[in-house]
């Protein structure tokens, strides 16, 4: 790997790492399966926040476009939301028996199998679309 596709691989994890201390995913949980329409929609009550993931690793324009298509082609979010006022099932039955990190209904954004897999898509297309460079 080269210095150049290292440091890019680096700063999307460290984005993707920085999703539990920032203010807007401060209650670090979402809703895996749903719609990139429905997170966004729901960016719009006072209890949820949503944010493309786009914005999360900081890009725009083509390089943003190429990072969805991908994140959409592989199945995952494009959009993330998270509630602004608690953490679903934090503390539960669900969450003490690790249905909070299995990739279905409310997952942890430190614990689940879809921020990985997230970060491997975006981190493959910073490092070879050349619109991201």
Do not use: Y
């Amino acid at each position: 790997m080269n210095f150049r596709n290292l440091a890019v691989t680096a700063t999307a994890t460290a984005a993707f790492v920085g999703l539990g201390a920032t203010s807007a995913f401060a209650q670090d949980c979402f809703v895996v399966n749903r719609s990139d329409q429905g997170s966004t929609a729901v960016g719009h009550s006072q209890a949820w926040i949503s944010i493309p993931v786009a914005d999360i690793v900081g890009v725009s324009g083509q390089c943003a476009i190429d990072v969805n298509d991908a994140l959409t082609a592989a199945g995952l979010p494009t959009v993330l939301a998270t509630m602004s006022n608690k953490t679903l099932l934090g503390g539960t039955a669900a969450d003490a028996n690790g249905k909070t990190a299995d990739g279905k209904g409310v997952d942890h954004f430190e614990d689940s199998p879809i921020v990985g897999q997230t970060f491997g898509v975006v981190g493959n297309v910073l490092s070879t679309d050349a619109a991201c460079f």
